[in-house]
């Protein structure tokens, strides 16, 4: 929101509602990537089946929320930070349904590799790197509300953690592959599933981008700390 | 652009520059694609090194195309058919990107693993899925240049057969896994440039949405053909 305020009161009303969108796909976004890990990790066919399910509700928040910007748009010609920020709940939005993408994924296989069990070290691993992807999102739809960029500046610096956990995850994995082949269906799932969580890290941080221009009209100051070395691992 | 044209001639210009923009945008996309492939399938860590250092050329272009929409829409108030358009564009452009990075993948992959040969049945596979990826990036760009529905619909029905020939590559990789714990590694890489490739055709197809969407006014019909059954192959 701009500082002076708007004269027509509904029209910060409708900044605000296109805000509040966005904050609820956040929350939508978080349960469902801590949802798919757990239904992964505990194999719970039901939960990972939920999960599927509620993408559609994703998938419709997000049309919901750029057909509200464009209608806000054509309606009220927004200009310089009000545009900014219509444009910047656009692209959040965009990013935010392919959060749900992530979970979807990570819960189809889920579904399909449920009757298996994984090394319980791998459990642990993976459900303390979902953990952490969760937190940056919840963490960045906070810098979001609160228009808060040294918030928004932490949770890119802390993406470097997320991949550091996964590249480890990853050498982790083929280990197991190589001692025994009968693991190797289930941890190629696996692995794919740690690559989805580290893609929800990578998103997180692309909010954040966008939330520290949206505050201080400049990206985050220094090279983005890019830690996932997992392909040129092993 | 609308039927009627519009009065003020350098409007026009504004909205084909815009669009002009997505077609380059398309065209480096589509170059990229192909490079990162023929990196990964020839052992041709030059070119990979090419294709990753060309992605920054991609990020720019995306923000351009997206700063220069900002600006028609401050400067022009756009609303209705003209708006859907710009909205497009910005769409599109965010797209492409995404498949900049998927090549972009691809190419650090085929750095990393260069001086392992994979199986040449693997490489015929790649380099035919890899150049159906990209033929239907260009079939789409061309769908949007000429703003045609049927075009955009043909792109989306052919998805599926990427999808099937990423199924098959899928279990034939995990195949030769098991065969001989030697090529876990490289096929790992391999499975990931793979899946790479894949997510480059439902780029392709999330663009022929966005296109038949905009000429026509209706997403295509029926449910997408969908046929990636790798989340429960094995």
Same mark, same amino acid.
């Given at each position: 929101?701009?500082?002076?305020?708007?004269? #027509?009161?509904?029209?910060?009303?409708?900044?605000?509602?296109?805000?509040?969108? =966005?904050?609820?796909?956040?929350?939508? &976004?978080?349960?469902?990537?801590?949802?798919?890990?757990? &239904?992964?990790?505990?194999?719970?066919? +039901?939960?990972?089946? *939920? %999960?599927?399910?509620?993408?559609?509700?994703?998938?419709?928040?997000?049309?919901?929320?750029? /057909?509200? &910007?464009?209608?806000?748009? /054509?309606?009220?010609?927004?200009? /310089?930070?009000?545009?900014?920020?219509?444009?910047?709940?656009?692209? =959040?939005?965009?990013?935010?349904?392919?959060?749900?993408?992530?979970?979807?994924?990570?819960?189809?296989?889920?579904?399909?590799?449920?009757?298996?069990?994984?090394? =319980?070290?791998?459990?642990?691993?993976?459900?303390?790197?979902?953990?952490? /992807?969760?937190? *940056?999102?919840?963490? %960045?739809?906070?810098?979001?509300?609160?228009?808060?960029?040294? #918030?928004?500046? $932490? #949770?890119?610096?802390?993406?470097?953690?997320?991949?550091?956990?996964?590249?480890?995850?990853?050498? +982790?994995?083929?280990?197991?592959?190589?001692?025994?082949?009968?693991?190797?269906?289930?941890?190629?799932?696996?692995?794919?599933?740690?690559?989805?969580?580290?893609?929800?890290?990578?998103?997180?941080?692309?909010?954040? +981008?966008? #939330?520290?221009?949206? %505050?201080?009209?400049?990206?985050?100051?220094? $090279?983005?700390?890019? &830690?996932? +070395?997992?392909?040129?691992?092993?």
């Amino acid at each position: 929101m701009s500082d002076v305020g708007h004269t #027509v009161r509904s029209y910060d009303d409708e900044l605000r509602a296109l805000s509040d969108r =966005i904050s609820d796909m956040g929350r939508l &976004a978080e349960k469902q990537v801590l949802g798919a890990v757990s &239904a992964l990790v505990n194999h719970d066919a +039901e939960l990972a089946a *939920q %999960v599927i399910a509620d993408d559609h509700e994703m998938d419709r928040m997000e049309r919901d929320a750029e /057909a509200a &910007a464009v209608d806000v748009i /054509a309606r009220r010609g927004p200009v /310089a930070i009000d545009l900014r920020e219509i444009m910047a709940s656009v692209r =959040i939005a965009g990013i935010l349904e392919r959060v749900g993408d992530h979970a979807k994924n990570i819960a189809k296989r889920a579904a399909a590799i449920a009757p298996e069990q994984p090394p =319980i070290r791998i459990s642990s691993s993976l459900q303390s790197i979902g953990r952490l /992807a969760s937190s *940056q999102l919840n963490l %960045v739809l906070r810098a979001y509300t609160d228009r808060d960029a040294a #918030v928004a500046l $932490e #949770v890119w610096r802390n993406d470097g953690e997320i991949d550091r956990r996964y590249t480890s995850l990853f050498r +982790e994995l083929l280990t197991y592959m190589m001692e025994d082949s009968r693991s190797i269906t289930p941890s190629t799932h696996v692995l794919f599933c740690a690559k989805n969580i580290e893609r929800v890290g990578d998103h997180a941080t692309n909010i954040a +981008e966008i #939330v520290h221009f949206l %505050v201080t009209g400049d990206p985050p100051e220094g $090279e983005r700390p890019k &830690a996932d +070395e997992s392909s040129s691992a092993g």
